[in-house]
């Protein structure tokens, strides 16, 4: 059985608190892992997660302000020290590349082949290396080159069965029928896919993290059945994230809505902000999205909701 969860591994912005360890984020999807963001102690979060190295195959850095991206040298030694043999394609902006050099080299030590760069630029970047899922890089309005990512199962093929079953047409004749478009029913009458199936929609996750408002945030969470993303600051302080390019709560919950999106978790909270105003940031997205909203909390697991229909 397929397993596709978030879990998060920092939830803080430019400053780590009490509770709140900087950027993480573990995306488990099938065989797949996806480290999002290494923030400082990203390394040590992994662990308290019951997550190892050998758990990673792709690393996605948004930018290179270090709460996202300071955590990179510690992950990158841990895949070296534990002999992970498969590669992890590490994606960032190109524009950073010079402190991709510096963060991957950072300190001595006995250095691995399995993790290949992958910058990314342009107006849209498609990330190669998966058959079952694509992965899409688009630039974020922030104050340095910025990429939020989106990953996107195929659409698939949900078969009415009952029709065929009428029809003659089960077994393997179910599976020709997908793979060839049509097949001979029990009568030696030609049997359509497209009579007798509906699209199954492919389960989408988007990341969007650091940025103004934009179109390119809504078309990242396009239909996404889990959007992380950013809400530094409560509504009060909409003039800080302009100034700054960050998101307010209501921000975020406006692109969620105009997006479509399934499931909300808000991050990246500002430290000015104490456990009390929690609910303000769930109140404050549900002003403008009226679906389910997680303000994620660090070490919490998040589940990708189940398909629909």
Known sequence: MSMRELVVL????????????????FLRWDSHGLLFDP???????????????HDLTR??????????????????????RDQVAHEVRVAF????????RRLRHAT???DTDSVVAQPVEGP????????????????LEHRIPTYGYRLAEPDGVRIRAEGLAARGVSGPAVGRLKAEGSVLDAAGERVYLADHSEVRRGQVFAFVMDTGMCDNAVRLAEGADLLVIESTYLDAEEELAVAYRHLTAGQAGRIAAE????????THISE?????????FVEQAARHFGGEIVLAADLERVLVPPRRG
């Open 10 to 25: 920092g939830t803080s912005s430019a400053v780590p608190t009490r509770r709140r360890n900087h950027n993480g984020y």
């Open 39 to 53: 923030g400082e102690g990203t390394q040590r979060q992994l662990r308290l997660a019951g997550l190892a190295a």
């Open 59 to 80: 690393i996605c850095v948004t930018h290179f302000h270090g709460d996202h991206s300071l955590g990179l040298p510690g992950v990158v030694q841990r895949i070296a």
């Open 93 to 100: 902006p190109a524009a950073g590349e010079r402190y991709w």
């Open 108 to 110: 001595e030590f006995a």
């Open 124 to 139: 849209a970047a498609e990330l190669p290396g998966e058959a079952d899922f694509t992965l899409t890089a688009l630039p």
């Open 259 to 266: 997006a479509g999106v399934r499931r909300l978790v808000l």
């Open 272 to 280: 000015r902000y104490e456990q009390d105003a929690d609910e303000r």
